[in-house]
């Protein structure tokens, strides 16, 4: 198999053993899933269907940002749990990806899971002299890392811009230089806050997925994707950090999903252009809404328009009447036949319409406090500090 490397800037040979390690970033979970992220996800899900065929087994590792500015600001305006407002989410997003039949994670860890292996990362981070406390938070040093840029190829004034449009926050006095970020950081008041040896707050962005890499797939990950706009900084500051923190190559292949536009414009919260998956889900055949992204190639952006799920719906319609109709036995024995084997053997479908189902959190849980969503009563993930290493405790 070839691949586009981001990195390299080229298609570059996929060279990987029987089991190939991947990891893609995943969602923070405060708001309904769009087509975006569905799109991301439907890239590696398909790539894995590949794989399989080729005969590879594939552990793609997604994991849930359950502590973030945007989570608790949102938290705060509903005046719920934060931890609520992840587990309803969290399971609204499984909900939509079970209904877009994706391959489900090797694992989904939460951040507010690895709590422990954050700190143990940052202290390996310090050990070997690449970052450094300020003002009640811990740096990375990017003087101390020539590599830095090894992902992006961005030049110094690019850096500084992204880093500043992504909440890296250039002018921070605490830090030695503009482009260094913080690994760990006091939370505010009301805030949740974890205890360490730098005093008492929770882990900055980019760490979670280092931490969570390590901790579930091992040093070095045979492909790291994610949309994107996560190159710089998110996958710069990664890389930096896991590879100043054991010395060893973090990433072989970078794939990158290309962003999904509306009207030209990229698809975002701020400008309330998003497509919601759960809407689409609510009135076009779960198939066709898959159908409806994947036509798209992966690295080319792409405009969400009003026809695509009316285009998806008449080939779908064609391909099931060519494999129904019995005057067309042999095109549907053909069809079969080139059919890649994990379509044939994927896991059952939900059933449909949605109507009939029940909402995703509460049907999941024990019955102990109430969806902020629909009402029913569900349990909340652990509290912070509970040392669980599991993702559903
Ligand atoms: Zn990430």
Not at 37 to 56: K, N, S
Not at 175 to 203: H, I, T, Y
Request: glycine share 6%.
């Amino acid at each position: 198999m070839r691949l586009y490397d981001t990195a390299r800037g080229e298609v570059v040979p996929f060279e990987v053993g029987e089991i190939v390690t991947m990891y893609t970033c995943g969602i923070t979970p405060y708001d309904a899933t769009h087509v975006g992220h569905a799109a991301t996800y439907l890239t590696y899900d398909i790539l894995q269907r590949r794989l399989r065929d080729l005969g590879h087994a594939t552990r793609c590792v997604r994991n849930i940002t359950d502590v973030d500015d945007d989570l608790l600001r949102k938290a705060r305006e509903l005046d719920v749990h934060y931890l609520d407002l992840a587990a309803a989410e969290t399971a609204r997003f499984d909900a939509d990806m079970e209904a877009l039949n994706v391959i489900e994670s090797f694992a989904e860890p939460r951040a507010t899971s690895a709590i422990a292996d954050i700190r143990g990362f940052i202290g390996m981070v310090m050990d070997r002299g690449h970052a450094y406390e300020s003002g009640g938070a811990v740096y990375f040093s990017v003087g101390s890392f020539p590599d830095f840029g090894q992902v992006s190829h961005h030049d110094r004034a690019t850096m500084l811009e992204l880093a500043a449009q992504h909440g890296g926050n250039p002018d921070d006095p605490n830090k030695r230089d503009p482009l260094d970020f913080v690994l760990w950081q006091p939370s505010a008041p009301g805030e949740p806050s974890w205890d360490s040896l730098w005093g008492p707050g929770r882990p900055g962005w980019h760490i979670e997925c280092s931490a969570l890499a390590m901790r579930e797939l091992g040093t070095t990950i045979d492909l790291h994707g994610g949309g994107a706009d996560l190159i710089f900084p998110h996958h710069e500051c990664e890389t930096a950090q896991s590879e100043a923190a054991t010395g060893e190559r973090f990433v072989r292949h970078w794939m990158h999903q290309a962003m999904v536009r509306m009207d030209g414009e990229k698809m975002s919260k701020s400008l309330g252009n998003l497509v919601f998956v759960s809407d689409l889900l609510a009135q076009w055949d779960p198939r066709a809404v898959r159908l409806a992204m994947v036509v798209h190639h992966y690295r080319t952006p792409w405009d969400w328009t009003d026809d695509l799920m009316d285009v998806a719906t008449a080939r779908l319609d064609r391909w099931m009447a060519a494999c129904s109709d019995e005057s067309a036995r042999d095109s549907a024995t053909a069809v079969a036949a080139v059919a890649p084997r994990s379509m044939t053997t994927s896991t059952p479908r939900r059933r449909w319409p949605p109507s009939t189902q029940r909402c995703p959190v509460a049907s999941r849980w024990p019955r102990r406090r109430p969806c902020w969503a629909c009402s029913a009563p569900v349990s909340r993930f652990a509290e912070p500090g509970q040392g669980v290493v599991n993702r559903w405790v």
